[in-house]
């Protein structure tokens, strides 16, 4: 039987990506001592008063079919977030819920892409952009980056990519998986190409709350750039809410119109218990959410100081995010080959950077996604590692 050329397209490298982590999980099911770092699920629990306000929710019977494009108590929520951490002048009327980040970039892609348009991304990028583009039978071009200057973007280099061809540009900052993020010069730099060359920006702002150094700069409220900037957020990683699956998208309010009728089409909205109590996680200043930012960042430091030394070994320390690359390339291995040795030999789960293109080739991704204790040990086996390669390789 015949199968669908977009679901052929959207196979991939990138789809492929997770191989490892699956093997990891079956080796925890045989009682295998392994350390899952491969994922970027956070290890926390949701704050309790979000959990109370679902259940709250449930019991008063918000159990029917909700608003397509969104409570309007929950995008006046986010407008008036985005609003007071950007700047930028939004109101509900912006904004389209989703469910989930992921849902939100497919769903703008829809929007914004035909057959043979060209989509500018900077790589090491998210695994799943590769697919969502060739959903719209669209092609990416990859930006790559240098590790040296610490995975971060040059607008140069976006620049030269341009063609006739180009109809948006899609970046993630900070980004998944080197937590690089951008400045405001490199952003008034971007900016102005969009706007030169009439581009669309999407900009996916998933862990701006995780930013440890500098300031989040969400490009929308640059000049000009209000109209034609798809700015996608959600709760999943500064709430611990990957699986209430809440994401969102604000945009032009022409655009808006075009995603509900997407939605229409294909999800209906999210449940409004979800819905509620996403609305008091953004309404609320929950301090678990400040606990959870800072022992990110205690990870991080973890991470990097405890692999600064190692002989075969470079950690490149992240601007923010909830990972860590590191450099392996000394050892004389891949990083598919170290990733595989070091969860084979030492019950440690990493990404191989190659998933995430060319740019990470020779890195790993470790994800900061368990507690101190277990992340020091998690450290521990992969110098362990490194040390091991390094001795086979003279021997």
């Not at 109101?91 to 348009?117: K, T």
């Not at 080197?178 to 581009?199: F, V």
């Not at 598919?336 to 440690?348: D, I, S």
């Amino acid at each position: 039987m015949r199968y669908s050329a977009l679901t052929q397209r959207i196979a991939g490298d990138g789809a492929a990506a997770w191989q490892i982590h699956d093997r990891a999980l079956a080796l925890r099911e045989q009682g295998v001592d392994v350390l899952l770092l491969s994922i970027g699920d956070p290890d926390f629990d949701t704050p309790q008063p979000i959990v109370q306000a679902a259940i709250a929710s449930l019991l008063a019977g918000d159990t029917h079919y909700p608003e397509v494009r969104g409570s309007r108590g929950l995008r006046d929520s986010i407008a008036r977030r985005h609003r007071h951490r950007s700047g930028q002048a939004v109101d509900a009327e912006h904004v389209i819920v989703f469910p989930g980040a992921q849902c939100a970039v497919y769903s703008v892609a829809q929007c914004l892409l035909d057959p043979g348009d060209e989509v500018i991304v900077a790589e090491p990028m998210y695994v799943t952009y590769e697919g969502v583009i060739g959903a719209c039978a669209a092609t990416v071009v990859p930006v790559p980056v240098r590790p040296q200057n610490g995975f971060r973007v040059d607008p140069a280099d976006v620049a030269a990519r341009i063609t006739p061809k180009t109809r948006a540009i899609l970046l993630n900052s900070p980004n998944n998986p080197s937590g690089a993020s951008l400045s405001l010069a490199s952003w008034q730099e971007l900016a102005a190409l969009c706007i030169r060359h009439d581009l669309w920006l999407i900009s996916d702002e998933v862990y701006s709350d995780l930013l440890y150094e500098g300031e989040h700069i969400s490009p929308a409220s640059l000049p000009g750039m209000a109209e034609r900037t798809a700015t996608i957020n959600s709760l999943s990683k500064s709430h611990a809410m990957s699986g209430w699956r809440v994401g969102w998208v604000i945009g032009p309010k022409p655009m808006a119109g075009h995603l509900v009728n997407l939605s229409l089409s294909m999800l209906f909205g999210i449940p409004d218990f979800v819905q509620n109590a996403a609305q008091l996680a953004l309404d609320r200043d929950l301090p678990e959410v400040a606990s959870m930012r800072e022992e990110y960042r205690q990870r991080r430091d973890l991470v990097c100081t405890s692999l600064d030394h190692c002989a075969g070994l470079r950690a490149i320390r992240p601007d923010g995010g909830m990972f860590v690359m590191v450099d392996v390339r000394p050892t004389g291995l891949s990083a598919q080959h170290f990733a595989e040795r070091l969860l084979e030999r030492y019950g440690v789960s990493v990404l191989a950077g190659e998933a995430f293109g060319p740019s990470a080739a020779g890195h790993i991704r470790i994800g900061l996604v368990v507690d101190r204790p277990k992340l020091a040990d998690a450290c521990r086996r992969i110098a362990l590692c490194a040390t091991d390669a390094l001795e086979a390789r003279r021997a």
